[in-house]
């Protein structure tokens, strides 16, 4: 029987249809049907499974689309993981504090792995690319999030960081442990 741990914590500066892990969590719309960015790149680099299965997912229970801060798994497709997680990250406001749903993505994503037994996980930065959210408070609120959580059977945490700005942020976040 596995104990409950807060997972190790890793930063990889790098593609994150490149991982080789149990999950990959994608930044999502909330169509499913993917997009630009890290969805497009996991729609692309996966193949028309995971696009078959989002589709099923929208007529079957997610017809309006899947909410903010939400979580919902899928195939991998050709991705060198088991299951793609789509979350919906939340548009960044300077005039409403949306943190919570931020963080949401975060703790469901990772709840949602351990139900399907992964235990390495690689997470993009969740709404800072078009949806605006400030890279540093980003970093923070996923580093928080996740140190936070006890979810066995997850082992291991990627936070897959495309470019050396957000790698710093991270990094920097990550050294004062949230």
């Given at each position: 029987?596995?104990?409950?741990?807060?997972?190790?914590?890793?930063?990889?500066?790098g593609?994150?249809?490149?991982?080789?892990?149990?999950?990959?969590?994608?930044?999502?719309?909330?169509?499913?049907?993917?997009?630009?960015?890290?969805?497009?790149?996991?729609?692309?680099?996966?193949?028309?499974?995971?696009?078959?299965?989002?589709?099923?997912?929208?007529?079957?229970q997610?017809?309006?689309?899947?909410?903010?801060?939400?979580?919902?798994?899928?195939?991998?497709?050709?991705?060198?993981?088991?299951?793609?997680?789509?979350?919906?990250?939340?548009?960044?406001?300077?005039?409403?504090?949306?943190?919570?749903?931020?963080?949401?993505?975060?703790?469901?994503?990772?709840?949602?792995?351990?139900?399907?037994?992964?235990?390495?996980?690689?997470?993009?930065?969740?709404?800072?690319?078009?949806?605006?959210?400030?890279?540093d408070?980003?970093?923070?609120?996923?580093?928080?999030?996740?140190?936070?959580?006890?979810?066995?059977?997850?082992?291991?945490?990627?936070?897959?960081?495309?470019?050396?700005?957000?790698?710093?942020?991270?990094?920097?976040?990550?050294?004062?442990?949230?």
């Open positions: 029987m596995s104990t409950s741990v807060t997972p190790a914590v890793r930063l990889v500066r593609d994150i249809t490149d991982q080789s892990v149990d999950v990959i969590v994608n930044a999502a719309n909330s169509s499913l049907l993917g997009g630009g960015g890290v969805d497009g790149a996991i729609h692309r680099r996966g193949g028309p499974e995971i696009l078959a299965a989002c589709r099923e997912l929208r007529a079957s997610y017809g309006k689309g899947l909410a903010t801060g939400r979580a919902v798994a899928t195939t991998a497709g050709r991705l060198a993981a088991r299951w793609v997680i789509h979350t919906v990250g939340p548009v960044f406001s300077g005039a409403q504090d949306r943190s919570a749903l931020l963080a949401s993505c975060y703790r469901e994503s990772l709840h949602l792995a351990a139900e399907l037994g992964a235990r390495s996980v690689a997470f993009p930065a969740i709404s800072t690319g078009i949806y605006g959210w400030p890279m408070d980003g970093a923070r609120i996923a580093v928080r999030t996740v140190l936070a959580e006890t979810v066995a059977p997850v082992e291991e945490v990627r936070f897959v960081l495309f470019d050396a700005h957000a790698y710093v942020e991270f990094e920097e976040v990550l050294a004062m442990r949230g």
